[in-house]
């Protein structure tokens, strides 16, 4: 059973903290993605990789970088929370090609006081 | 840059009937993918269709097709016989296949389904 695994499914965190939030894939999938979903705004891409280290800006990348050192690895992180930043985060992973479907982590729940 | 907009925020329908989600897109390629997903109020993000932009017909899974109008660049999704597990928010997605941005996916602000018994 395929699976995208996201650390956390809830958390709380203060203003000005550094935030990671971590997302682990065993499909041995290219591409990974960090989307932040908002009520009315949909799913809004901050960034994706399609590699190992190579990282692409989304549409809304302010205020949060990625890491991703290994294939199934790919965190986001929000150097100083703020409470502009409190939504659900999703992760998700594809392969290559226009015809794969992307797999989506559970979410979590960012809450930032 | 390419973009995705649903304009129905929300929708109802009566069980066991029709309904049809809208999708229109903006791309300047040739060659991307078009998706729905379906997001019920677990959360979890559901695949439900692809359409290729050289498919030459409309994509069908079960109850489930995609009218695809290339030319008006829209790409909706028509749910048949509505069931009352279909109630969920519904998003539309593309991904370039082309260029430097290839594999983005780029989703929709999404339409919530709401279906009466």
């Known amino acids: 059973d395929v699976k995208v695994t996201q650390s956390s499914r809830y958390l709380v965190k203060r203003t000005g903290e550094k935030v990671f939030l971590e997302c682990v894939q065993d499909m041995d999938h290219e591409n990974m993605f960090w989307y932040r979903q908002d009520p009315g705004l949909g799913l809004r891409l901050i960034y994706f990789s399609y590699d190992v280290k190579m990282k692409e800006k989304g549409d809304i990348p302010e205020g949060y970088s990625v890491s991703r050192e290994k294939k199934e690895r790919f965190s986001l992180i929000l150097e100083s929370a703020s409470t502009n930043q409190t939504s659900m985060y999703l992760c998700a992973s594809s392969g290559t090609g226009i015809r794969t479907e992307a797999f989506f982590g559970q979410g979590t729940r960012l809450t930032v006081v | 840059a390419q973009k995705i907009t649903q304009t129905q925020p929300g929708m109802f329908v009566q069980e066991k009937e029709a309904v049809t989600l809208d999708c229109t897109y903006d791309t300047s390629d040739q060659s991307y993918g078009l998706f729905w997903y379906k997001q019920p109020s677990s959360g979890e993000m559901i695949f439900l269709i692809y359409?290729?932009?050289?498919?030459?017909q409309n994509a069908t899974e079960g109850r489930y097709s995609l009218n695809f109008q290339k030319a008006r660049k829209s790409a909706n999704l028509v749910i048949s016989a509505s069931q009352l597990g279909d109630s969920a928010m519904y998003f539309c997605?593309?991904?370039?296949?082309?260029?430097?941005?290839?594999?983005?996916?780029?989703f929709g602000q999404g339409t919530i389904l709401t279906v009466h018994p």
């Open positions: 359409q290729g932009s050289y498919d030459e």
């Open positions: 997605a593309m991904r370039d296949g082309s260029g430097t941005s290839y594999g983005k996916l780029t």
